[in-house]
């Protein structure tokens, strides 16, 4: 009987290492995809849209259009790492000074603030679901690191700055241009570039369409921040 057993216990463990592999390789290949293949939408997109007809029986609109990396300003780009992530030309996926100041604040009495870089909200972005809960974040590093090593740095943030919620129902910032700017997002400035970032760590709350004073002084410590990377020549590391 201990000898069935165990043969049933080999057999299961050798069909969840299977299992394993095949869903890892699948999510390397996609992964590989999208490095050349533009994503046409997201999982945060996808979210957004089931919830919205659950909610109300009706599809929201989901505003959203690709735009590429050339089209792209070069202050709206340094606008978003200075908001979000400054090292990230320098780290692979993970910012290990971030991790520690927040376990640092964490302890000290402090909330247990996020500490995200941009790649990560890439990866749960384009591949996952909103929470929390340890499975998501477990699956977040894994796509983390297959995004960094099969990535540029320039297509992260190409990625990204094409899928981030930048409104209610708005997505990426050739979308968020035309609706809140009226114009192509290769025509805004440092200015605006500035408020668009300010408004990533929760668009739902901070409006692009009618900016509160905290916006305004988030907007004003960015454009502080771009200043204090060096400008525009801080792309040059990616």
Same mark, same amino acid.
């Given at each position: ?76 780009? /340094?606008? %978003?790492?200075?908001?979000?992530? $400054?090292?990230? =030309?320098?780290?692979? @996926?993970?910012? &290990?000074?971030?991790? #520690? ?55 992260? /943030?190409? %990625?990204?700055?094409?899928?981030? $919620?930048?409104? =209610?129902?708005?997505? @990426?910032?050739? &979308?968020?241009?035309? #609706? ?59």
């Amino acid at each position: 009987m201990a000898a069935k057993r165990k043969r049933r216990t080999g057999t299961l463990m050798h069909r969840v290492a299977i299992a394993m592999a095949v869903c890892m390789s699948a999510s390397a290949l996609l992964v590989g995809l999208f490095r050349w293949v533009d994503p046409p939408t997201s999982a945060f997109m996808i979210e957004h849209w089931v919830a919205g007809r659950l909610a109300s029986g009706r599809a929201p609109e989901v505003h959203h259009e690709w735009t590429d990396w050339s089209s792209i300003p070069p202050a709206v780009k /340094l606008a %978003v790492i200075a908001a979000e992530d $400054q090292r990230f =030309p320098r780290h692979r @996926g993970f910012d &290990a000074v971030e991790i #520690r100041r927040a376990l640092q604040q964490h302890l000290e009495g402090g909330r247990l603030r996020g500490a995200s870089t941009i790649t990560q909200q890439t990866a749960k972005n384009l591949f996952l679901w909103s929470g929390r809960d340890p499975l998501r974040k477990g699956l977040e590093a894994w796509f983390t690191l297959l995004i960094e090593g099969l990535w540029s740095k320039e297509r992260i /943030l190409e %990625v990204y700055l094409n899928i981030a $919620q930048l409104g =209610p129902d708005t997505f @990426g910032v050739g &979308a968020a241009s035309w #609706r809140y700017f009226d114009r192509p997002v290769v025509a805004l400035d440092a200015q605006d570039a500035a408020l668009i970032a300010a408004v990533l760590p929760n668009p739902n709350v901070y409006r692009l369409d009618a900016p509160s004073t905290s916006v305004r002084r988030r907007e004003a410590w960015i454009r502080g921040q771009m200043s204090r990377l060096g400008g525009i020549a801080y792309l040059n590391a990616l």
